[in-house]
């Protein structure tokens, strides 16, 4: 089921927890999404994956792709393709520079998390990314370890105090 934030509106639908993991993100923003009458409620119900999904500018448009969002249950022949393609609203101005960043090696554009805006607006947290290297993985696997050790030690010193 989706979970929602206590300090604010949004309610998260899905979250791709891979993305960190597998890239550095060095920016991310807010984008609409085009969909139809049964993605939003199949969406609703939390029932998509984010985790191969990727975003690209075609013809002046942003296009988000490999997101799969599973037919709605009651949807009958208005059910559209899970894997299709779809346009993400952004303001001209950003697709152009989103279009000069892409184009840099290494750079791509993936989505993060989906939520719904005030409950009613789906939403995609977009985020350009660099992918990282085995090394770089390793290396963010033993700072979070060591970040844990750190919390728990700290945490029993204060028990004892």
Do not use: C
């Amino acid at each position: 089921m989706p979970k929602k934030k206590p300090d604010d509106k949004n309610i998260t639908v899905a979250r791709n927890r891979k993305a960190r993991h597998e890239y550095f993100i060095l920016e991310a923003m807010e984008t609409g999404i085009v969909l139809s009458g049964t993605e939003i409620k199949s969406v609703r119900t939390g029932s998509l994956n984010l985790r191969d999904g990727y975003a690209k500018v075609e013809g002046g448009e942003l296009w988000l792709y490999n997101v799969h969002i599973s037919p709605y249950e009651k949807g009958t022949h208005y059910n559209k393709e899970p894997m299709r393609r779809r346009k993400l609203l952004v303001h001209r101005k950003e697709i152009l520079k989103l279009q000069s960043k892409t184009r840099e090696k290494g750079l791509t554009l993936i989505p993060l998390s989906m939520y719904l805006k005030d409950g009613k607006r789906a939403k995609i947290e977009l985020a350009i990314a660099k992918g990282r290297q085995v090394h770089d993985k390793r290396d963010a696997i033993a700072e979070r370890d060591v970040e844990r050790e750190i919390d728990r030690t700290m945490r029993e010193r204060s028990k004892r105090d």
